[in-house]
């Protein structure tokens, strides 16, 4: 597989919104590279295998959602401060909404 560079840029801003931005294209070079073997950090191949708590993770759907600009500037914000991308943190925080309101539903 002949080596390519995956992003040009400047700083770690644009760096981290190319990467967000080219999810789905790096899911695929990640999975045909384990495919074909050749995972590596750094310059060490290693080997992967996907034990059974991988498979039973759970099916996720993409969505498309509208959400307010200054919404998103803020859930952007919190998460690069958390070192985490804005699209986990916002899924962590729906998860964390959807636990409360089922527990204020049992107690209540």
């Given at each position: ?74 859930a952007r ?32």
């Amino acid at each position: 597989m002949p080596k390519k560079k995956l992003a040009e840029t400047r700083t770690e801003a644009e760096e981290a919104r190319w990467f967000e931005e080219n999810q789905d294209r790096l899911i695929k070079l990640f999975e045909q590279a384990g495919k074909e073997g050749a995972l590596r950090i750094g310059g060490k191949s290693v080997g992967i295998t996907l034990s059974k708590k991988t498979e039973s993770l759970r099916p996720s759907q993409k969505v498309m959602l509208r959400i307010p600009a200054g919404d998103l500037d803020r859930a952007r914000r919190q998460a690069g401060s958390m070192g985490i991308g804005y699209q986990t943190y916002i899924k962590m925080l729906l998860r964390e909404g959807l636990d409360r309101q089922e527990r204020a539903r049992r107690r209540g």
